[in-house]
């Protein structure tokens, strides 16, 4: 009689080796478990809610697979693709260049998991994640070849990570600290835990959301499939948040307020000016930060709650920058967009505005006076002065702009001088990030430090354009040719 | 003489930049480069061009004072934070 899964899934999870020939420090050195200060018996209770098997993974991955390859190859004959809003694609753009690769990084931390987890049944799980991660890179590479033909664009998928382009080594930046530099407690607080169970949402559910309202109904649909991974391998980070709070409290309310304040920086970046500013107005759903509210920071604090550890010492500070970190990223992506790989919507026509004020009550004033010059330059034909001249200021953590974390009224200098170096940073919380740790992000040299080190030849912009590997078919214009700035012309003279 | 690069933040505007600036130059010099990437771009010029200043930590420096003369009085490392605003006092 064939056993059912309950039967035997408890005995074939759990199975392991009972090391005698080899020291099992060695075997699972500290250094890559991340399981030092937890006695080894401890992870005897580490259960992930996510119970499945191999067979029952592989016969619902490929049913998903299924449908994913059947939607993309109905909607390609109908050449819906064609028939998208340009400010949306470039939320495809961004998407596929930015997290692609990253998905490939995740297949390196699953694979982590598999080897040196200090518990088989989560080395058992990170079998399934890798097996996942893999299949998301393979579903953004297919998705981006069959669009290569339509943008050369697409072609960062795969590009992107071997450039130089600022967004993109700040991304890289993020997940090299918290999925490849990371032990495998680290990595399970930071991404599978804060990224995966927390941050993914907002690019895979809101995003979904406006990109199936946008009529890109193939890229929402990959979105969600990959979305139903996540929402199970992200599974890990609990049952170790679990096991490390009994024993290194600590340790870990330290790694999630890193975590938390990271992401969001990135997710300022990558999600917020495409939700609030890319996707066309009547096909918004809810502004970015009425996503963060209801899926991250409400979800974030039940986990503190649930597992007795307290909000981090930032969040007054977090919670303000919810008003003003992406628009900042925005208006600043926007101005220095030669220096991207897609083609930002300035988003600020007078409706795009309204809708701005009334999401955001402080925008006019933190960012409205800014975009007025931008549009005065734009309307009287100094195209000239709206376009970058030298680089911003980078922080050394989060390798984004001095002054993309809060409003131009909080804007003060963060720096500190280690080992002879001076460090900037973007606020107080990515200043306090970097002392937690300081030799793990010292020697990092951002894109400032490389200009200055002489690395970018000839050292002015255009040389930083060469670069960062920007070539004239891809470099980012404005998506509507400055379209909507005459909005702002005078009637008399419009 | 040598180049020197420093953070400038124009007071009002979102963001620092990277500006290099000749040790030689006197602090209304690196006014002028550092409010260049700013006035005009995103911040609107003031009637009646008030002229700039320089601050660090907070103080103003003397319009006339070069980098160097600053740098002999205290230590000024790569990428040194430097605000410039439209001049507030009478006499700089």
Redesign the interface.
């Known amino acids: 009689m064939l056993l059912n899964r309950d039967d035997w899934y408890e005995t074939s999870r759990d199975l392991d080796w009972t090391l005698s020939y080899v020291d099992p420090g060695v075997a699972f050195p500290a250094r890559w478990s991340g399981a030092e200060g937890v006695p080894a018996d401890a992870w005897q209770a580490w259960d992930e809610p996510f119970r499945v098997s191999y067979r029952d993974y592989v016969r619902i991955q490929r049913e998903k697979e299924a449908g994913v390859k059947a939607v993309s190859q109905a909607l390609g004959r109908a050449g819906i693709y064609e028939k998208l809003d340009p400010a949306h694609v470039a939320a495809s753009h961004l998407h596929m260049g930015t997290t692609c690769m990253v998905e490939h990084m995740a297949v390196t931390m699953q694979s982590r998991f598999c080897r040196f987890a200090p518990t088989p049944k989560w080395r058992n799980l990170g079998v399934f994640g890798m097996l996942d991660e893999t299949r998301h890179t393979q579903l953004d590479m297919r998705f981006s070849h069959d669009l290569l033909k339509a943008d050369p664009r697409f072609d960062w998928a795969q590009k992107a990570f071997h450039t130089n382009e600022w967004g993109v080594l700040a991304v890289k930046n993020f997940f090299d600290d918290a999925m490849l530099n990371a032990d495998c407690v680290e990595a399970a607080l930071a991404t599978s835990l804060t990224v995966e169970h927390g941050f993914t949402n907002i690019q895979f559910v809101a995003l979904a959301a406006d990109a199936m309202a946008a009529g890109d109904i193939n890229w929402s649909n990959l979105l969600s499939s990959i979305q139903t991974d996540e929402a199970r391998h992200a599974q890990q980070g609990f049952p170790t948040l679990a096991v490390l709070v009994e024993h290194d409290p600590e340790r870990a309310q330290k790694a999630l307020d890193v975590a938390f304040w990271r992401s969001t920086r990135l997710f300022q970046t990558l999600t917020g000016p495409a939700m609030d500013y890319y996707t066309p107005l009547e096909q918004r759903k809810m502004s970015f930060k009425e996503f963060m509210l209801e899926w991250i920071v409400n979800h974030h604090e039940r986990i503190l709650e649930d597992y007795g550890l307290k909000k981090p010492w930032y969040w007054d500070q977090f919670l303000h920058s919810l008003d003003n970190g992406h628009h900042?990223m925005h208006?600043?992506t926007w101005?220095w967009r030669p220096t991207l790989f897609w083609k930002p919507n300035a988003g600020v026509s007078k409706a795009e505005r309204e809708w701005l004020n009334e999401k955001y009550p402080t925008w006019e004033e933190?960012?409205g006076v800014?975009w007025?010059?931008?549009i005065?330059?734009v309307n009287e034909g100094r195209l000239e002065?709206?376009l970058p001249?030298?680089?911003?200021?980078l922080c050394n953590l989060t390798q984004l702009?001095?002054?993309?974390a809060m409003?131009?009224h909080d804007?003060a200098?963060h720096?500190l001088?280690y080992q002879g170096?001076?460090y900037?940073f973007d606020s107080e919380i990515s200043q306090w990030c970097f002392e937690q740790d300081p030799e793990r992000y010292a020697g990092h040299q951002s894109l400032?430090d490389r200009?200055?080190g002489g690395q970018v030849l000839p050292p002015d912009l255009g040389g930083a354009l060469g670069y960062m590997g920007l070539t004239p078919e891809v470099m980012g214009d404005d998506v509507y040719n400055y379209a909507w700035a005459k909005d702002y012309v005078p009637a008399a003279t419009a | 003489m040598a180049l020197f690069?420093i953070?400038g933040?124009f007071v009002?505007?979102?963001?620092?930049?990277?500006?290099?600036v000749d040790t030689e130059d006197t602090m209304d010099e690196i006014a002028g480069k550092v409010a260049?990437?700013s006035v005009?771009?995103?911040?609107?010029r003031r009637p009646g061009d008030p002229g700039y200043e320089v601050l660090l930590d907070g103080e103003v420096l003397p319009a006339t004072a070069t980098l160097a003369a600053v740098m002999a009085g205290q230590e000024i490392?790569?990428?040194?934070?430097f605000d410039v605003r439209f001049r507030e006092t009478a006499d700089a």
């Open positions: 900042a208006i600043g101005y933190n960012w800014l007025d010059e931008i005065r330059n002065d709206t001249q030298t680089l911003p200021s702009p001095l002054g993309s409003s131009r804007l200098p720096q001088v170096r001076l900037s400032v200009f200055i | 690069p953070t933040r009002g505007d979102f963001v620092p930049h990277l500006v290099a260049s990437f005009g771009h995103r911040l609107a490392l790569p990428l040194q934070w």
